[in-house]
């Protein structure tokens, strides 16, 4: 028994001793599999706490260059031709991976990863949501493939203002874009539709005239590429127009000339038919007709029965200055004089865009799209600026004083495609640089590069009607070119980045040659869009001798447009008839002599039949 116990107390030993050893190689095992586990534990947050400081330090923008067009395009592809990743690449308009965010640690200098969000943003939980607007970015630059230096290389100054994210709603970019939409349908709602064309079109019409016999007549009206009204109604509901924004010395120049001619004038007399209508002697047949010099028809003081004009003074000198009082139908068949027997069937009918006054019949009024004076004899007796203009009319009477149509045409189009084209911009451009800037400072480059550009144009080619925003939308442009100026050391090769931007900018401006392009207002707005974008869009400061610099260069661009406002407006209104006579280049070049007839405008004969 003793041997048997003895036996199974060494098997039993034998087997605690292996299940020892066993325990303690399990022991060790696990000791080994912790000190790994604690070991990659450790390594993983020391390279999470090393990429967490480099992107603290870099603004996790480690990328030479950001994504062009192109490449965001075929990222954009590659996105969605992947069905895991198919609904978040149409979500967010860009390629985006399952694990793609903004804390990757992969976002590209001022853009995106090949897969991924912008960095620094906030996530997008919406279609509508957009990703920041970073300083130096924006639609243009994508379309130029701008390549921009690693932030590492710039100074931790510089890389603390560029870890700056500017992500504004677009306000202001909504509501002109709703203004300019409502304007328009307003515009087609109350107006004709113009002939579509680039040249006025002749329109014919046989009817029955003045002198009592039918004959055929016809006026050029202006025809309207862009589809939209004829430009005498744009006038009348606010386009750019000098005589209805100042007492024009030369339009009253000219109504004087014409009334002179007027006072020359007499008083044609049918004498079959007992019609009469005022005309000059040379248009006046004598087989059928006897002209009264110096006389006036149905207006003279022997009928007229008003006692305020009964004192005899008010009828000498020349008929241009009698008073309006006319003879009444009552009286005119117990009247002696042959002109005041007579039934006046011609008065002033204002015509055409510059208001010419012209001694026809109602129905030729009609027909022409005139404005029909009933109550006068006499062109001088009527102020066909007044129907022109339209709006609120003047605060005195004759003296033109619209000058809100320096800011009103801004907002105005002349058609359907001209809206379309401007909305394009708006969207696109307009709207990226208000990301960037905020709603209060793009809003006041943009108005104030519209109303430059509206008085540049105003002063250079006065009798020209314009609308439009193109002086405001030069204007942007500009704040893109101070964009890359104010900012010239973040980019990689900014000579080149600046180059492509001014031979896009020369292209537009050859463009405003073509005729009916108002080239005057783009250059207009594009000198204040210039000067007011250095005073207030945010820029970045690589010193403190530069932040005085470019405190200085805010000063001076300052004063400078207020200067410019100043001379705008003191030589538009002051020192009128300064013509620049090699100016009209800027606006047109005459490659034909034909041209450019419809690029400028000059004021024509007021008075006629």
């Not at 075929?74 to 991976?97: I, M, W």
């Not at 200055?321 to 009286?331: G, Q, R």
Request: aromatic share 12%; proline share 4%; with cysteine.
């Amino acid at each position: 028994m003793s041997g048997y116990h003895q036996a199974g107390n060494e098997v039993e030993g034998g087997e605690a001793m292996a299940a020892f050893a066993g325990g303690q190689r399990s022991a060790t095992i696990n000791q080994n599999n912790w000190n790994k586990k604690f070991q990659t534990m450790r390594a993983n947050k020391l390279k999470t706490s090393v990429v967490e400081q480099n992107r603290q330090n870099t603004g996790n923008l480690d990328r030479d260059r950001r994504p062009g067009a192109m490449t965001m395009m075929k990222n954009f592809y590659t996105g969605y031709k992947n069905p895991e990743t198919r609904d978040q690449t149409l979500r967010h308009g860009r390629a985006v991976s399952k694990k793609s965010n903004f804390d990757t640690g992969k976002g590209g200098f001022f853009g995106t990863e090949e897969g991924g969000q912008p960095s620094g943003g906030k996530v997008e939980t919406d279609v509508g949501d957009d990703p920041a607007r970073n300083l130096g970015e924006g639609f243009l630059a994508d379309l130029m493939d701008r390549e921009y230096k690693t932030l590492s290389k710039l100074p931790p100054e510089v890389r603390k203002q560029l870890r700056v994210k500017y992500d504004n709603r677009p306000y202001f970019t909504s509501w002109v874009m709703f203004v300019n939409i409502v304007i328009l349908v307003i515009t087609l709602a109350t107006q004709s539709i113009a002939p579509i064309g680039f040249t006025d079109k002749l329109i014919t019409r046989q009817l029955l005239r003045h002198n009592l016999a039918y004959e055929t007549v016809g006026y050029n009206q202006t025809t309207n590429f862009w589809i939209g009204p004829d430009f005498q109604s744009l006038i009348h509901l606010g386009a750019k127009y000098a005589p209805c924004m100042r007492k024009d010395q030369e339009w009253f120049d000219s109504i004087d000339r014409d009334t002179v001619t007027e006072d020359k004038g007499g008083c044609c007399v049918r004498n079959d038919l007992n019609v009469c209508w005022q005309t000059q002697a040379t248009d006046c047949t004598s087989t059928f007709a006897t002209f009264y010099d110096d006389k006036v028809c149905g207006l003279d003081e022997a009928g007229c029965t008003n006692t305020a004009y009964s004192n005899t003074t008010l009828w000498e000198g020349k008929y241009s200055t009698w008073p309006n009082c006319p003879i009444s139908e009552e009286n005119r068949g117990n009247a002696t004089l042959p002109t005041l027997k007579c039934e006046v069937s011609a008065r002033p009918c204002c015509v055409g865009l510059q208001g010419e006054c012209l001694i026809i019949s109602q129905e030729e009024c009609e027909f022409r799209q005139g404005f029909f004076h009933e109550e006068n004899t006499l062109c001088s007796q009527v102020s066909c600026i007044t129907e022109i203009c339209g709006l609120s009319g003047f605060l005195f009477d004759d003296i033109p004083d619209q000058f809100y149509r320096a800011l009103l045409p801004t907002f105005m189009h002349a058609g359907v495609v001209h809206l379309l084209i401007t909305l394009v911009f708006q969207a696109t451009i307009l709207r990226d640089q208000e990301k960037f800037a905020g709603w209060w400072r793009i809003g006041f480059i943009y108005m104030c590069s519209g109303i430059g550009g509206t008085m540049l144009s105003a002063i250079l080619i006065p009798y020209m009607p314009e609308v439009g925003a193109s002086g405001a939308l030069y204007g942007i442009l500009a704040s893109l070119l101070v964009e890359v100026v104010v900012n010239w050391k973040i980019y990689k090769n900014p000579c080149i980045e600046l180059t492509k931007l001014l031979l896009l900018l020369a292209i537009l401006f050859l463009v405003g040659l073509l005729p009916w392009i108002d080239n005057f207002a783009h250059i207009g707005g594009f000198v204040f869009g210039f000067l007011t974008a250095f005073v207030v869009l945010p820029h970045i400061n690589y010193s403190a001798e530069d932040r005085i610099a470019k405190l200085v260069v805010q000063i001076v661009c300052g004063i400078l447009a207020v200067v410019l406002f100043a001379l705008l407006f003191i030589v538009f209104y002051l020192a009128q008839g300064s013509e620049c006579q090699n100016c009209s280049f800027l606006n047109c070049i005459p490659f034909t002599e034909s041209f450019c007839q419809d690029s400028t405008m000059n004021l024509r004969p007021r008075v006629g039949n």
